[in-house]
C-alpha cells in the first residue's frame, strides 16, 4: 500500500498550511510551527518526505531510506536546510502513517508522548484476553471472529465510517469560509451532522448522547443548541471549529477550549475530532471503554478525564492495540477504527455477561464455582433481607425502627427471589433496567435489590419486586406508586 503525493501534499496543507514558497513541479515544501521544515516530491509515484533530524521512532507505516537524495535544486529558499548533509528521508505508506509521523515531527506530541500510559500492556495479558474475547464472541453469536469485515463485528460496528460520510456530507466543511463564523451557520451544521437519525439509510447517531429523551441538561452537544442564540458563545465555537477543520489551528489548544465551553463532555469532543480525522481519532464512551482496558489489563482511565493529554492517549493506546489484534487474530492492516472496535464489542460482550444475557464463558474470574452470578445474587437479596429483619425487629437503636418481618422461610424467599427475576425477565421492575449480577465485571449500582412495594409492609408474598440497587436507594420508604409515577414523568409520560 502507498500513499499518493497529491493525498500527501492534501493532508499538510491541512494540517501546516500554506506551503513555505511557491511549490514547483517537482517540490512542495512547509513549515512546522516549531519552524523545522519538511518537502516531498511532487512527481513521485509514493510519498517520500525529505526533513530535518533526528531520525523518528519506530512509527507503523514508515520507512526510513537509506539515502536522503536530497540534492534537488528545487529545494531552496526556505527549504534550503533539507540540503544539509544531515537531512533524512523516509517512505509514507498510508493516510494514518503521515499523520503519525506530522504528530511527531510538528510537535504535537513528542517521541516520548507517543506511547503514555500503553508501554503496561502485556502481550501475554492480551493474548489470554483475546482467547476471552473469542469465547464471548462464540457464546453471543454462535461464530468466532475471523475479521472485522463480516460476523458479529460487521454486524455491531460496520456503520461507524458510513455514519462519518454521512456526517461529513452535512458539513459540507469545504463551503466553510472565515466570513460565516458568527452567522450560526457553521454551528448549524455541526448539529445537523450529531443529530443523525435516517431510517432510508438505517443510520443513527449513537456515538453521542444527543437525543431529548432524560432532559436537555443531559444532552451531550447541549452547549452547542444554546450557542445559536447567544451570540458570544456562538462566535467563540464556530472560530474554534472553523479553526480545527479549515485553518490548522493548534488541535489539542482547541480540543481544551471546547472541553471548557461545552461542560467537558467527552463523547461529543471525541465524535468532532472523529469526524476530522478517522486516521488519528476515535469517538469514545468511558464507562463502556475503561471497562474493556481493564479486562485487557491497561492501567489507563478516560472516566471524567476530558482534556487533549487523555485524548491523545486514548487514540495512541487503541494504535497500541493494532499490532497486537493483528497478530492474536492472524490479520493485516488492522486499522485504528478496527482496535476501537475490538475494544468496544469486548467491553459490550462483559457487560452482557455481567448481566447474564450470555453464558460465562472460560477464562471468567468465577469459572469453576458451582454458583453462577445469579444465584449468588439471589443468596446475597436472602441474606440482606434476614439480616434487615433481625435489626429491625421493634429494636432501639438510637431511634425506633420499623417493624419488618420475613412471613417464609429462607429456602422460600430465595425461591421467590428467583420467581420474581423470571417474572421481570431479569430486569429492574421499576426501571426495566437490565441487572447485572454478582461477579468481577458487575456495576454495584446494577446489582439486583428486594424491595418491599409498600413500605410500611412486611416481607411476603405480593409485597416483593426486585429493582436495582440505586433505585432501592433513591426510592427509600417512598410510596411505590407515587415513585412510579415520578419515574414516567422523567421519562416524558405523564400517568
Known amino acids: 500500500m502507498t500513499l499518493a503525493t497529491a493525498d500527501a501534499e492534501t493532508i499538510l496543507r491541512s494540517r501546516l498550511g500554506e506551503a513555505a514558497k511557491p511549490p514547483t513541479d517537482y517540490v512542495v515544501g512547509f513549515t512546522t510551527p516549531s519552524g523545522k521544515v519538511l518537502a516531498i516530491h511532487r512527481e513521485a509515484n509514493e510519498t517520500r518526505i525529505w526533513f530535518q533530524p533526528p531520525a523518528p521512532p519506530n512509527l507503523d507505516g514508515l520507512r526510513l531510506m537509506d539515502s536522503a537524495s536530497n540534492g534537488n535544486s528545487n529545494i531552496n529558499g526556505p527549504l534550503l536546510p533539507l540540503r544539509a548533509t544531515t537531512t533524512l528521508r523516509v517512505e509514507v505508506d498510508s493516510r494514518g502513517a503521515l499523520n503519525r509521523f506530522l504528530d511527531w515531527y510538528a510537535g504535537s506530541v513528542t517521541g516520548a508522548d507517543l506511547t503514555p500510559n500503553v508501554a503496561g500492556i502485556d502481550p501475554h495479558a492480551f493474548r489470554e484476553a483475546f482467547v476471552r474475547f473469542q469465547a464471548l464472541v462464540i457464546a453471543k453469536s454462535g461464530h468466532a471472529f475471523a475479521r472485522f469485515q463480516e460476523g458479529l463485528a460487521a454486524v455491531w460496528e ?3 465510517p458510513r455514519l462519518r460520510d454521512y456526517a461529513l456530507g452535512l458539513l459540507h466543511v469545504g463551503d466553510w469560509s472565515e466570513g460565516d463564523i458568527g452567522s450560526g451557520a457553521i454551528l448549524n451544521r455541526m448539529i445537523e451532522a450529531i443529530e443523525i437519525q435516517d431510517s432510508r439509510s438505517n443510520l443513527t447517531n449513537n456515538l453521542v448522547f444527543w437525543q431529548n429523551r432524560y432532559g436537555h441538561a443531559n444532552r451531550d452537544h447541549r452547549a452547542l443548541l444554546e450557542a445559536v442564540s447567544n451570540p458570544k458563545l456562538r462566535r467563540e465555537i464556530e472560530t474554534l471549529l472553523f479553526g480545527l477543520f479549515r ?65 491523545a492517549a486514548y487514540n495512541q493506546t487503541l494504535a ?117 449480577f454478582l461477579g468481577p465485571e458487575a456495576d454495584k449500582n446494577l446489582l439486583p435489590s428486594l424491595d418491599r412495594i409498600d413500605s410500611a409492609g412486611h416481607y411476603e408474598r405480593g409485597n416483593l419486586q426486585v429493582v436495582c440497587q440505586f433505585v432501592n436507594f433513591w426510592k427509600s420508604d417512598s410510596d411505590n406508586a407515587e415513585f412510579q409515577r415520578l419515574l414516567m414523568l422523567v421519562r416524558g409520560i405523564e400517568s
Open 247 to 311: 485553518s490548522g489551528a493548534d488541535e489539542g489548544a482547541t480540543f481544551d477550549r471546547l472541553s471548557d465551553l461545552t461542560g467537558g463532555k467527552y463523547p461529543l469532543l471525541a465524535y468532532i475530532f472523529f469526524l476530522k480525522d478517522m486516521d488519528r481519532f476515535m469517538p469514545i464512551q468511558p464507562t463502556g471503554f475503561d471497562r474493556a482496558f481493564r479486562m485487557l489489563g491497561i492501567d489507563f482511565s478516560t472516566l471524567r478525564q476530558c482534556s487533549w493529554e487523555n485524548y
Open 320 to 436: 497500541a492495540l493494532r499490532p497486537l489484534i493483528e497478530a492474536s487474530a492472524g490479520l493485516k492492516n488492522v486499522r485504528l477504527v478496527d482496535a476501537h472496535s475490538f475494544c468496544w464489542i469486548l467491553s459490550t460482550l462483559l457487560k452482557l455477561e455481567a448481566e447474564g444475557s450470555i453464558a460465562k464463558v472460560a477464562g471468567s474470574k468465577d469459572d469453576g464455582r458451582i454458583l453462577g452470578g445469579r444465584e449468588k445474587s439471589i443468596i446475597a437479596m436472602r441474606l440482606s433481607v434476614e439480616s434487615t429483619v433481625k435489626s429491625a425487629n421493634g429494636q432501639i437503636v438510637q431511634r425506633i425502627l420499623k417493624n419488618k418481618e420475613l412471613r417464609m422461610t429462607s429456602a422460600e424467599l430465595e425461591q421467590l427471589i428467583g420467581s420474581l427475576l423470571d417474572l421481570q425477565e431479569n430486569r429492574c421492575a421499576l426501571t426495566g433496567i437490565a441487572f447485572q
Open 158 to 160: 460496520s456503520y461507524k
